[in-house]
């Protein structure tokens, strides 16, 4: 059996190292658990960063997957295929709203697709948000406001203006008559699940539209019931009246881990592109059309939209009811801890060494983004070992390991 240590060593002499040293090597999962090279299990409480939904080796996805690349695999998009069409579809009914979709097989992707869609206003500048991640590349990575993923590339495409999230007033005075979109995510995810006002939603679709911009919403991370609604922006926790966006661009767990993106445009936005304004080869794969549909499918027939709310609401009573846990944030499955120190590092370390999977999203914030159909021995299992944790997070030199 090769190691992890083995394993680890092979990857840092041929992977490039964007990522860091692999600290661990995993090689099997089912449902919310995974296993690593040396044998060792593991709650995964991350969910490849929001993207399991139906968790690991679901037989549902497996089944549309192998039955798809059976009956059909690939065909670029000289040609259509009813899994694309029919996805297409669904999405457009789960938004309730008439729009037209461009497919894609990354949330930076789609990202690329919505920025381009925008240019197509005819206006160039975009209102984006402090703290927002977008994606890393060239046109993504410009509606990123993080200096230290930026400035090693730039010049990046400009014309794009960074406000504070969550600040109605700071989108009243920068969005104008020249700009095309104003682009926010429901919730920050990468920044460590912010939460903005509940009017902040409406209010920046108001300002969008008394300037003729459009309102994009980046809902890759917090789309596909992750928050317990369809849609973070459909979600009444999260915002206090409707919004129908312009633009809302989606990846992440739409087709459970199989590579996809999706560029969602209502109304008029879906029509702006004509034919060879924007194109890819694998995008609306059959394949990864089918993986989405099933899991939009298993979704729907177990209520994971409810139980990801009930689950959610779980684990933030049980993370948070230790006081080194100042705040617990997010919706749904989408969960931020706040601690009282910077030690959201040691945390994670912590924790998968009593076997549980977490992320530090900053230092002093934790995120958990677990499959939606999460059971309750997991959530208990995690209840169980939380304060023993923090203990070692806390203190490492005072606790034995
Ligand atoms: C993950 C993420 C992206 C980028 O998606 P990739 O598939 O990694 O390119 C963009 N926006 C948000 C909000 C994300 O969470």
């Given at each position: ?45 991350l ?9 690991h ?13 059976e ?29 037209r ?8 992707e ?35 406001s993080?200096l ?24 009243e ?11 926010v ?26 300037n ?27 915002v ?8 809302v ?12 993106g ?49 689950q ?5 009573a ?44 900053t ?26 944790i ?12």
């Open positions: 059996m090769t190691t992890n240590a083995a394993w680890t060593e092979r990857y840092t002499g041929v992977l490039m190292n964007t990522f860091g040293s692999p600290k661990t090597v995993l090689v099997r999962g089912q449902g919310a658990h995974v296993w690593d090279a040396d044998g060792r299990e593991y709650v995964d409480l969910g490849g960063i929001a993207v399991n939904a139906l968790g080796g679901h037989p549902r996805l497996v089944a549309a997957v192998t039955e798809q690349l009956t059909l695999g690939h065909i670029s998009n000289f040609f259509a295929s009813g899994p694309q069409i029919r996805l297409a579809e669904r999405l457009v009914g789960l938004l309730g709203t008439e729009a979709v461009f497919f894609t097989n990354s949330g930076a789609a990202n690329e697709a919505a920025f381009k869609l925008t240019r197509r206003t005819g206006r160039t500048k975009i209102v984006a948000t402090e703290g927002s991640f977008h994606g890393r590349t060239m046109g993504a990575l410009a509606l990123t993080k230290a993923y930026r400035e090693p590339f730039e010049p990046l495409p400009g014309d794009v203006v960074f406000v504070p999230y969550g600040d109605v007033a700071a989108l005075a920068a969005v104008d008559r020249d700009t095309a979109a104003v682009l995510e429901p919730i920050q995810g990468e920044a460590g699940v912010i939460v903005p006002p509940r009017d902040y939603l409406p209010s920046a679709q108001r300002i969008a539209h008394e003729g911009a459009l309102l994009w919403l980046d809902e890759i991370q917090t789309g596909v019931g992750r928050t317990g609604t369809w849609f973070a922006h459909q979600n009444p926790a999260l206090d009246a409707p919004v129908v966006p312009d633009i661009t989606l990846a992440k767990g739409l087709a459970g881990g199989i590579p996809i999706a560029c969602l445009a209502t109304h008029g936005a879906g029509k702006l592109f004509d034919p060879g304004n924007h194109g890819t080869t694998f995008g609306g794969n059959p394949v990864a059309a089918a993986a989405a549909l099933a899991v939009l499918d298993v979704i729907a027939e177990e209520d994971l939209l409810a139980h990801a709310s009930a959610g609401a779980k684990l933030r049980a993370a948070g009811a230790d006081a080194r846990v100042v705040e617990t944030r997010g919706a749904g499955l989408l969960v931020g801890l706040t601690l009282a120190e910077p030690r959201a590092a040691e945390v994670v370390t912590a924790a998968q060494d009593a076997g549980f999977l977490l992320n530090a999203a230092a002093e914030r934790v995120r958990m983004a677990p499959p939606l159909n999460l059971t309750d021995a997991d959530v208990e299992a995690f209840a169980a070992a939380w304060p023993a923090l203990d070692h997070a806390f203190d490492p030199a005072g606790v034995a390991p």
